[in-house]
C-alpha cells in the first residue's frame, strides 16, 4: 500500500476548533500508511477534519481587509479591489487577486509557489488565510475522493463501528458534493470529479448546469442518510462533547442538498448561456429543492432548529447568549471555521468608519449601498418603496424629504443613520452619526474624518452594523471598546436562509398559496413568519395573486434578511438581473446637513453583459490542458 506523508493543517487563532487536537494528534510529517490512517474512527476523523479547515471563510479570507459584498449591496471607495474589478468587468483580475476569496490561487496548483498564495500549506507570515474558493475545492474534492475510497471501497477502517464508518462518510459525500457547489456558484457547470484522479486524466466540461448538480444531489442523498441528527447524542460524538456544533448533520445536509437543487433550478442555470428569463425556473428541479428543504424544517418542528426571536436576533450574528458559545444561535446550521481575533474584528468592524471604532480595528469600510437599501428595505406597512409610492396598496408613508421615517423595522436594526446616537453618555461632540455631504470638502464627521488623516470611509450615507456589537444602546466605539468581547460570524447557511430558499422553490414550482403534500407550509406563509417576527404586515394579497410580483417580494425579502451576508452576488446572477441597470447601478445619498434636499449620485455604472460577466473565467491554462474544457461564455 502506497505511503504518503500525512500534513497536521494547523490554523493559528480559530473562532471554532471543533477540538480539531483531540483528533490531529498524530506527529506532524510522521510517515504513515493509509491503513495507519483509515483503521480507526480517531485517525479517520482527523483526515476528515482537513476538509472543514478548506472551507473558504468569504469575510475574513484576505490579509488586511475585507471586499466580500460583489453584488449591488456594497461600495468600496478602491477600484483596484476585488469589487472594483467586478464593477469594472475585469474579471481576469478578479481571479489573479491574491486578496479575495473567490482567488483560485492557481500558481499553487500549476507548480509556483510565490508568497502572495493564500493555501493551507503556505508559511508565509504575511498571507497565512486558507485557499481561494477554486483550489480550496479541488483540495477538498480530492480529500473526499480519498476518504470514500480508503472506507468504503476498500473497507479499510477495520477497527471502527458501522456508525463509525456511517459519519466518516457522510461528511465524505456532503463535502464532496459541497466544494462542487462551490466551485459551480462562480464558475459555473464543472466536471464532477468522483475518483481520486492520478497520472494522466481528462475532465470534460458537462453541457449543462443541471447534469452536475444532479451527481451533486446523489452525494448530498447520501449525506442525508449517513450523518446522525446530532452528535453528541452520538457514542463517537462523546470525544468532544458539547463542541459538536460546527459538525455536519443530517439539517446540514437537507439544507445545502435544497440549495444545490434550487440553484440549478435558478433561470441563469435554466437558461444554459443561452437565453435567460428571470420568471423561468426549472420546476421539476424546484419540487426536488423544496422536499430537501422539508427535511430540515422538520427536524426544526422536532426541536433542532429553531428561528432566532426579534429580541434575540443579535445572537445570530455576533452576540453569543454566554461566555464561549457559539453565535449563529438557533439557527446555525454551517460555517467555515473563522480566523484570528484581529481578522474577525475587521470583519465585524468593515461596515462601520474606523472614526467611530478605533484606527487598528479595521482598514477599508464597505459602505452599503443607497440603490441596495433604497430598493429593498421598504416601509413600517410592509410594502417596498415603490409599492407604496404607487398608492396602489393603501396610504403611502414614505415621504422622500425624509427618507429615514417610516421604514422597515430590520433597516434601523442594521443601519447607522446620519443623526443616530453612536454613544450616549460619552463626552465627544462625535458620538452621533454625522453621514451628511454637501461637497469634495463639506462632509459629515463620520462621512469623512479627517482629524487623523483619515481617507474618505464612508461614501453612500450610510453604514451597516449587522455584525458590529451593540450594547446597553451604546455601539462599540473608541469611548466603549467592546468589539473584542464578541465573535462576528457570517454562515454559510443559516435557518432563515432555509425558509427563504423553501419559499422561492415552493412558488417556482406550486405557486404562493399550495404547500406540499409533505408539509403543512405555503411560500406565502413562510415569508410571513420572518415579516412576523420584524414586526411588518403580511404580503399584500394583491402582489401575493400576482406570481411575479410575489417573486419580486420573495427576493426583496431575500435581500433584506440575508443583507451583507454574502448571498447577494450569486443571488442576482442566478435570477438573470445583474446585466440590468438596476443592479448596475451603485448610488449614494447625499444631503446637507440641515437635510433640506436629498439627491441620488452615482457611484460608479457596472458593466456587467449576459452571459460574459455571469461567471468567472477560468484560468487560461486550465482550458489548453487538454481537449473538451472550454472557457465560459465571453473569455
Known sequence: MKSFTKKIIIILGLVFTFSCEDYLDVTPDALITEEDVFSTFKNAQGFVEEMYALVVSYEQQGHTFQDFLLGDDGFVDRPTKASGDIDAGRFNDVIRDNFVYLNNHYN?????TGNNSANVENNNSFNKQRPGVYDGSLRGIRKANIVIKNVEELDLMVNATQAEKDVILGQAYFFRAFFHNEIMKFW??????????TDDFELQRPETYKEVALRANDDYQRAVELLPVNWDNESYGQLTLGENMGRLTKGTAYAFQGKNLLLAASPLMKGNNVSINTYDYDTELAEMAVEAFVGILKLADQGRYRLATWNNYDEVFWKSPAPGAWPGSTEFIFSATGGSQGQTTRFMASGVNRAIHTNSAGYEVISPTHNFIHNNFGMANGLSIEDDLSGDYGPTLFDPSRPFENRDPRFYKWHIIDGDVIDPGA???HKTAQLWFEGPTLKGVHRSDNRENIKILNNTGYMWTKFFPKVDGKYHTRWNPIISQYVGVRMHMRLTDVYLMYA???HASRGANISPSSYNLTAQGAINLLRTRAGIPNVDVNIVGDNNKFMDELRRERAVELSYEAHRWVDIRRWGLAHLDKYKRKLALNFP??????????????ICEFPKHYWLPFPVEQTRIYPGFPQNPGW
Open 108 to 112: 499553487s496548483i500549476y507548480g509556483s
Open 188 to 197: 459555473g457547470r464543472y466536471p464532477y470529479v468522483d475518483a481520486v484522479l
Open 427 to 429: 463626552d465627544d461632540p
Open 504 to 506: 422561492e422553490a415552493l
Open 593 to 606: 446637513k440641515n437635510r433640506s434636499s436629498f439627491t441620488e449620485a452615482l457611484l460608479v455604472e457596472r
